[in-house]
């Protein structure tokens, strides 16, 4: 018997079909994510580190672990089974229409906006970044709430320190401006500046808690990359959330691979996967040109 391209029997420890769909049970029940058959070798991979980690000798008694209610390690196990794929400006198309969006507001207020999905920092920091750009200021009257599942990502994001490779896509006024070099941060590594920091506050959410420690109305929601995870009732009912949290003129921008057609009766689309609220008159900032 094999699965994938590995036969089942090098296996450090067995891990049955009945234990791929406890696991499937689990996260889903847990955090929303609805794992594929294919992710079957992932999964293994991954949580056999955590085996080795808590001692057990067998997926059974892990997962027995985890309906028992190990509350340190069940944080483990959603950390061990989250993607984490981001970077500065990814999808830039998002950030230009966020900083004509900035620069194009009738009402002044405090500007709040949310980011659902940070990962590691980089998504937000790249909000931070415009919203300086936009209103040329180093203290712009806006707020930023960068939420995630995994822990872990949330620490690495709250420190802002990276790679000098992870910045080498940005202009050398980008990095001039928002990054600096100094005793904390080690030799080919570069930390965001404290004005970036201030801007952003750093918390763990799970987008299918009843209630969310977010208060509206706001600004902009980035909810990118990460409802592909989700069936379509839970993306739906993410989405029924979100409605009443954002303003009547406020976007959500979702990932490239992401549609809500489905919940066409929450959200419409502005095109290049940005949505307003379906009863709202927004149209969406203009385009550049």
């Known amino acids: 018997m094999t699965t994938g391209d590995k036969p089942a029997y090098t296996r450090e420890f067995e ?3 009945a234990d791929f769909e406890r696991v499937r049970k689990l996260i889903h029940e847990r955090s929303g994510i609805a794992l594929t058959a294919a992710k079957q070798d992932m999964v293994y991979s991954r949580l056999a580190r955590r085996l080795r980690a808590s001692g057990d000798r067998s997926f059974a008694q892990y997962l027995a672990r985890l309906e028992r209610g190990d509350a340190r390690e069940w944080e483990s196990f959603i950390n061990s089974l989250t993607t984490n794929l981001t970077s500065f400006f990814r999808e830039a198309h998002h950030f230009e ?5 900035l620069k194009n507001l009738t009402e002044m207020h405090p500007v709040k906006i949310w980011c659902s999905a940070s990962s590691t920092g980089e998504e937000p920091y790249s909000i931070a970044m415009t919203v300086i750009e936009a209103f040329n200021s180093l203290t712009p009257p806006v707020s930023i709430i960068a939420s995630d599942l995994d822990t872990q990502v949330l620490e690495q994001g709250e420190r802002g320190v990276y790679q000098a490779e992870r910045v080498a896509k940005l202009s050398p006024e980008q990095i001039s401006r928002h990054f600096i070099k100094n005793g904390r941060t080690a030799d080919g590594q570069v930390e965001v500046r404290p004005e970036l920091r201030r801007l952003i506050t750093f918390r763990r959410i799970n987008l299918l808690d009843a209630v969310w420690p977010v208060q509206g109305p706001l600004d ?3 909810c990118r ?22 303003r009547d003129d406020g976007l959500l921008f979702a990932g490239h691979s992401e549609n809500f057609l489905h919940a066409a009766d929450l959200f419409r689309s502005l095109g290049r996967t940005t949505y307003a609220r379906a009863d709202s008159t927004a149209k969406g900032p203009p385009r550049a040109g």
């Not at 229409?97 to 969006?101: E, G, I, K, N, Y």
């Not at 069936?231 to 959330?241: C, S």
């Open 220 to 222: 902009v929601i980035f």
């Open 225 to 246: 990359n990460v409802m592909i995870y989700f069936d379509k009732p839970t993306q739906y009912g993410i989405l029924k959330k979100f409605v009443p949290l954002l």
């Open 15 to 17: 891990f049955t079909a």
């Open 97 to 101: 229409m966020l900083s004509r969006h």
